[in-house]
């Protein structure tokens, strides 16, 4: 299993320009997530998604908007980059359970807006 | 949520216990302590998680006090690769879908 994937690694854009952030998971996982971290801080959570069709506001979304059309993929959309949105971006998976579930994170995007 | 304290970083010697410790005074009953680390630049990777009783797995173990305000979190024998920053965090289970705050962490330094 590749576990959580993102895609692209590396991204630079500049100002007013959109993307879009893949993130893929071959673990049937039902819940999925996304964090940017920004230097010396901790992750914040931006979406979430506990299922196919659905998705959520976590702490910071502002700026972002999030799709999950099939259950493998979630994907994190910048309509219009600002440099406020330069950070590196986590996604992360759980699956379905009543008790306490570990995260599986992917390897990161690193987005530089300039 | 509750939040946690920890120290800013901590230094250990290759091959010796690593012992990071968290405060999390305000925890509630139903709130679990979990540990992620992060190795330079790469997403977070799980620990292990408690709620009352010790535990311990294949890469660690998680002692909480008899109160639950506070635990340690033990590397029995850190290596090199262990170097990392630690996250503790409390984090209340809301049907299903964890909401993990995290904080800016312990840096562990291991050397040789």
């Known amino acids: 299993n590749a576990g959580v994937t993102q895609t692209p690694k590396f991204r630079v854009l500049k100002t007013g320009q959109s993307m879009t952030l893949l993130c893929a998971q071959d673990?049937?996982?039902?819940?999925m997530y996304w964090y940017r971290q920004d230097p010396g801080m901790g992750l914040r959570l931006i979406h979430y998604?506990?299922?196919?069709?659905?998705?959520a506001k976590g702490e910071v979304p502002d700026g972002y908007n999030v799709s999950r059309l099939k259950k493998q993929n979630f994907l994190l959309g910048l309509e219009s980059a600002a440099p406020s949105q330069t950070s590196v971006y986590f996604c992360?998976?759980?699956?379905?359970?009543?008790?306490?579930?570990?995260?599986?994170f992917g390897p990161g995007t690193r987005l530089t807006v300039l | 949520d509750a939040k946690t304290t920890q120290p800013t970083s901590r230094d250990c010697a290759e091959g010796r216990a690593a012992n990071l410790p968290c405060n999390h005074s305000t925890i509630s009953g139903n709130e679990y302590v979990y540990w992620y680390r992060q190795i330079h630049s790469q997403g977070p990777q799980y620990i292990i998680h408690g709620l009352k009783n010790n535990e311990t797995n294949e890469m660690a173990s998680l002692i909480i006090t008899e109160d639950r305000k506070s635990s340690t979190l033990i590397l029995p024998h850190a290596t090199l690769r262990d170097t990392a920053v630690y996250y503790c965090?409390?984090?209340?289970?809301?049907?299903?879908?964890?909401?993990?705050?995290f904080g800016t962490g312990t840096r562990l330094l291991v050397s040789p």
């Open positions: 673990m049937n996982h039902e819940y």
């Open positions: 992360a998976s759980s699956k379905t359970s009543g008790g306490a579930e570990e995260q599986f």
């Open positions: 998604s506990v299922g196919e069709g659905t998705t």
């Open positions: 965090i409390v984090a209340l289970m809301n049907t299903g879908f964890q909401k993990l705050v």
